[in-house]
Each structure stands twice: as structure tokens, then as C-alpha cells.
Nanobody, 119 residues
């Protein structure tokens, strides 16, 4: 089994910054793509950013220029640096990792961490 644990969420004022972390543990195998998603109250979960095993990144338009996704393969950890936060960024943020193990690709999700941007 694989576990993903997010941390780093909290309350921040507009214009502030937060850094989210996602730590993987368990029978990890080979981690392929990883990503951050978010779900605001009453809305569907949406993509924020993804990163491949080779470090190629992709961002939602809302995140471009403000958020930076990164990963430390040695530590099995992924990060999301969020700058210039806006109230619209308020949501539960989830990390996702696709694990390749024993010829099977399986997606795993973390439990989520709340980010609230408010004055």
C-alpha cells in the first residue's frame, strides 16, 4: 500500500505565500507522474499542476506565474510553492501520485490540506 500525506496548508492573507508538501511512503515502486489538485467548496476538483518523473511541469492557467511545483525523488516528496495568493485560491489541496509497480499503474491520493486565503 502507498500513503500520501500533505502538509503546509493554513490561513494566509491575500498576497502571501505557502509551501505545500506531499510525502509518499509504503510500497512505492516507481513514481511516475505527480500532481496537485484542489477543490473549492461546492466545486469540482481541478488540476493545479503536474510534474513528470523527468521534471517536466504543467500548470493550470490560474497557477502560471504564481505557483511552482517540484519534487525530490530521493525523498519521495513533492512540493507546491504558492506565491501571490488570492482568495480564489481557497480550497482543499490534494496531491496525487501514479505508481508503477508489478506491471500496473495505480493512482493514489492524499487526504488533502486546507488552504484559506483571507484578510
Amino acid at each position: 500500500q502507498v500513503q500520501l500525506v500533505e502538509s503546509g496548508g493554513g490561513l494566509v492573507q491575500p498576497g502571501g505565500s505557502l509551501r505545500l508538501s506531499c510525502a509518499l511512503s509504503g510500497r512505492i515502486g516507481s513514481i511516475t507522474a505527480m500532481g496537485w489538485y484542489r477543490q473549492a467548496l461546492g466545486l469540482e476538483r481541478e488540476l493545479v499542476a503536474t510534474i513528470t518523473s523527468g521534471g517536466r511541469t504543467n500548470y493550470a492557467d490560474s497557477a502560471k506565474g504564481r505557483f511552482t511545483i517540484s519534487r525530490d525523488n530521493a525523498k519521495n516528496t513533492m512540493y507546491l510553492q504558492m506565491n501571490s495568493l488570492k482568495p480564489d485560491d481557497t480550497a482543499v489541496y490534494y496531491c496525487k501520485a501514479t505508481i508503477y509497480y508489478n506491471t500496473v499503474y495505480t493512482p493514489y491520493w492524499g487526504q488533502g490540506t486546507q488552504v484559506t486565503v483571507s484578510s
